[in-house]
């Protein structure tokens, strides 16, 4: 690719229509370079190396439409909800990636454009960021939006993980969300806070949670230390209702790869795992229900099999 085009890539991640057109490249050159997959159009008039885009994941794909979408505004913006959630690296399970979204700087309502999100907001110090070369919301204003976007399952998993690597704390949210009660489409904020918790390591295990508040469990205790005759803990249980006799642990092949020590196969941290199961309900008398990614499709039927266990740990 051009040199000079690999410059601007570098540094804003895309390079637009006009910056080819001024280095020579006709309507003809760039519709051909675009066919031949040489070129790839990111949004209409920004573009990227078909190379590199062909290498990117759905979410480094989104955050270069992203970065265009910067781009060619016509008005200062930041990036806010759920593309800010992004660069924050939260994890956006099931979360549609074909919208940008801005808000404006000035305060005034946002103009409709295809593929973009426009917001009108108020910003308060502390809002806005330079986050990766770019202006971003905040982790913290950040997490309140995307609530109202996204539905209770889907704005704790992103909160979780905001809070679990530190980005933001309750007290923040809390403080922040005062200002803000008063925003359009934030009638289930509050539920959502009350919700989230920072322990939870994995979207996997935020989803299980959720799913229990959903199917009425009993609110369960989050990455419950179990602790030996001598009161050294030796393991940590994803949830557990020390009360009714009974732990879940949620299995996923990404917590299988974490636990891989060298040399090790999946295998091996699978049957090294069922020892260690065995340990903490021997230490505890407790009874493991493990759950899967399937699982939690099936929200009806794995809330009833863990409370099947409830009575079967209390007989």
């Not at 439409?65 to 781009?71: I, N, W």
């Not at 008398?285 to 409370?307: H, K, N, Q, S």
Request: aromatic share 8%; net charge negative; glycine share 6%.
């Amino acid at each position: 690719m051009d040199p000079a085009l690999v410059q601007i890539c570098d540094r804003y991640g895309v390079f637009l229509r006009r910056e080819a057109e001024d280095l020579g490249y006709h309507d003809h050159a760039i519709s051909s370079l675009v066919k031949t997959g040489v070129w790839h159009r990111v949004r209409h008039g920004a573009y990227r190396d078909g190379a590199t885009w062909a290498e990117l994941s759905d979410t480094e794909r989104y955050a270069l439409l992203c970065r265009a979408a910067v781009r060619q505004a016509r008005t200062e913006v930041v990036l806010s909800h759920v593309s800010s959630a992004n660069e924050w690296a939260a994890p956006l399970w099931d979360v549609d990636l074909s919208f940008v979204d801005l808000t404006r700087r000035d305060e005034k309502a946002g103009r409709k454009e295809a593929g973009i999100r426009q917001h009108r907001g108020v910003l308060v110090d502390g809002d806005v960021v330079e986050h990766g070369g770019l202006f971003v919301m905040s982790a913290t204003r950040t997490a309140l939006e995307v609530t109202t976007l996204l539905d209770i399952e889907h704005s704790m998993i992103v909160i979780d993980d905001l809070l679990h690597r530190g980005l933001t704390d309750p007290e923040r949210l809390a403080t922040r969300y005062a200002l803000m009660n008063h925003w359009p489409a934030t009638l289930h904020t509050d539920l959502i806070l009350r919700q989230v918790d920072g322990r939870a390591e994995s979207v996997g295990e935020t989803r299980l949670r959720y799913l229990c508040w959903a199917q009425r469990l009993p609110a369960p205790q989050v990455n419950y230390e179990i602790r030996d005759a001598s009161g050294r803990v030796v393991a940590r249980v994803d949830l557990a209702w020390p009360e009714l006799g009974v732990f879940v642990e949620f299995d996923g092949m990404m917590k299988y790869g974490r636990l891989l020590k060298d040399g090790e196969s999946v295998k091996d941290a699978v049957v090294r795992e069922q020892r260690r199961e065995e340990m903490i309900c021997g230490l505890t008398g407790w009874v493991c229900v493990r759950v899967v990614w399937a699982d939690l499709e099936r929200p009806v039927a794995t809330a009833d099999r863990i409370r099947v266990r409830f009575r079967s740990a209390a007989a």
